[in-house]
């Protein structure tokens, strides 16, 4: 089985400075070679019909993303203005081409190698003439243009934009075989790096399981350093049972309120990490702080380093109780079934509104704003891909069930309506059945799935004692934005109301 296993490094101050420095030249080696070829392609990528005629004709159309053929100087042979310069000499791959009878070669075809393949060629003339490039391991330096490759193919492939000249780089990458785990104690090991030395890393996992180590890429975090290994290791995937073959299921409803609302009626708290108060005027400090050093200077360098660090913490910590939660979810029960979200359209700003004579409405774009952050930091996605894995160790299926409606449907009349919402209750407007809204929609995902739910011992009966039913008048006026659980009615007080026309107060045995 073939996983990523991150540790922290603890370089000493020489080997962080030599890091550091590495991060430097590689990023301008990076932004050269893109240079390279960027001007490669702007000065040969001409029309047939312009005056000066270039060997190659045009390559391809950045507009439509299209390539022709397979001259493209941004991903093959770096030529400059239509000429080829002597020194690619280095560059040509020879292919001899046999005469099927006489078996004697009839004549030599000169095939141009990749932009990467030139670029990486060129590098050992970079480390023999150029200090700076010298103390750099070679192979560092491939790997380096191989994800400028990459950045090109995935911007062919429309996954993101042109690759951009960056300004930071906070990571590199050695290729398979140049690592070795040295001195394996036990709180720590040593990895040597090539061109760094043996670095010492917090030793978090049980490195004699591993096989075979394949790259290794080193990463900067908020102020720390990484590693990240890819290796094969002797433990096997389990094979994932069908649903015929288990017995309960669990649904699960994410939200803002409670994060997650289990179908057997437990909840999984929001912590809200970054979105708290006390976090969020923290952050905005230091912000601030960043926003009134003088650009450039190195008070403004140490601010960034502060926010940055900050930051990471807060990542770190949101990662360490998505884990925490993905595993309660996954032991609960032997199929997982949660919502198919859509979070990208989730998380989309306000749209303008037009009001007919040139201005515009009131579209409430700051309050959306917020909500987006809280979703963002709500991490659902991420809790997702930590259940998905997780259910994967053990064996387990996890159901993505259509998310439309699980919110408003109720589950005894099966009445659809935004009406039955408010906040945290739900109350149906036709049959009146009274519920928690979380655990409600989580129940509704998993019965999709046709598998019973566990008992919670714990759980409490279907309102979970928190839920009280809110007067019918209250509810039909009740409008707004409940797809997420409205965050600003958590303190409303629940009010013991009257259900329809009769004016007689609601009995016990009817709160469920
Ligand atoms: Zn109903």
């Known amino acids: 089985m073939q996983v990523r296993w991150n540790f922290k490094l603890l370089p000493n101050q020489t080997q962080e400075a030599t890091l550091e420095d590495w991060l430097v030249t590689l990023r301008k080696h990076r932004n050269y070679a893109l240079r390279e070829r960027t001007i490669g392609f702007e000065t040969n990528n001409k029309d047939s019909d312009s005056a000066i005629i270039y060997a190659y004709g045009s390559y391809c159309d950045l507009d439509s993303r299209i390539e022709f053929g397979s001259g493209c100087p941004l991903t093959c042979p770096v030529l400059k203005h239509g000429v080829i310069p002597q020194d690619l000499e280095l560059a040509t ?19 141009w190698d990749s932009a990467s393949g030139i ?94 180590l394949r790259t290794c890429t080193i990463t ?19 094979a994932i049972k069908s649903l015929e073959e288990c017995k309960s299921v669990v649904g699960i409803d994410v939200g803002i309120n409670k994060l997650i609302a289990l179908s057997d009626g437990s909840f999984q708290e929001n912590k809200r990490i970054s979105t708290n108060k006390r976090t969020a005027r923290r952050m905005a400090m ?32 949101r990662d360490g109780y998505d884990w925490q939660m993905a595993k309660v979810v996954v032991d609960t029960a032997d199929v997982v079934a949660r919502e198919n979200l859509n979070i990208p359209n989730m998380v989309k ?19 959306k704003t ?43 009349c099966g009445h659809i309506d935004k009406k039955n919402r408010k906040g945290e209750k739900f109350l149906c407007v036709v049959c009146h059945h009274v519920d928690h809204a979380d655990t409600k929609a989580s129940r509704l995902i998993g019965r999709k799935v046709g598998l ?61």
């Open 93 to 111: 791959k020879e292919t001899k081409v046999k005469d099927k009878d006489t078996k004697k070669v009839v004549e030599t075809v000169v095939k």
């Open 119 to 212: 670029q990486m060629k060129v590098t050992t003339q970079l480390r023999s003439s150029i200090l700076h490039f010298s103390i750099i391991n070679s192979a560092v330096l491939q790997t380096n243009i191989a994800r400028l490759d990459t950045a090109f193919s995935n911007f062919y492939k429309r996954r993101i934009g042109y690759p951009n000249f960056i300004r930071r780089l906070d990571s590199f990458e050695y290729k398979p075989g140049h690592v070795q785990l040295r001195h394996i104690r036990k709180n720590y090991a040593t990895a040597y790096l090539p061109g760094i030395g043996d670095v010492k890393f917090l030793r978090s996992r049980d490195l004699t399981l591993i096989q075979d």
């Open 220 to 238: 900067r975090k908020g102020g720390n350093w990484y590693i990240s290994m890819l290796v094969n290791i002797a433990d096997v995937l389990p």
């Open 286 to 317: 230091r912000q601030r702080a960043i926003s009134r050093k003088l650009k450039g200077s190195k008070n403004k360098i140490k601010a960034v380093k502060k926010l940055a660090k900050q930051q990471h913490k807060l990542a770190q910590r």
């Open 349 to 367: 700003r306000a749209k303008p509104s037009h009001d007919g004579k040139g201005g515009y409405k009131r579209n409430n774009a700051a309050q």
């Open 370 to 412: 917020g909500l987006n952050k809280v979703i963002l930091d709500a991490s659902w996605g991420d809790i997702f891909d930590k259940i998905a894995w997780l259910a994967l160790k053990a064996g387990k299926p996890v159901v993505e069930v259509p998310a439309k409606y699980t919110s408003q449907e109720c589950p005894k």
């Open 452 to 512: 019973v739910f566990l008992k919670n011992k714990l759980t409490l009966p279907a309102d979970c004692g928190k839920v009280t039913p809110s007067s019918y008048q209250s509810i039909v006026v009740e409008t707004g934005n409940h797809a997420f659980g409205n965050h600003r009615h958590v303190r409303e007080t629940p009010t013991v109301g009257y259900l329809g026309d009769t004016a007689e107060p609601l009995k016990e045995s009817r709160r469920l």
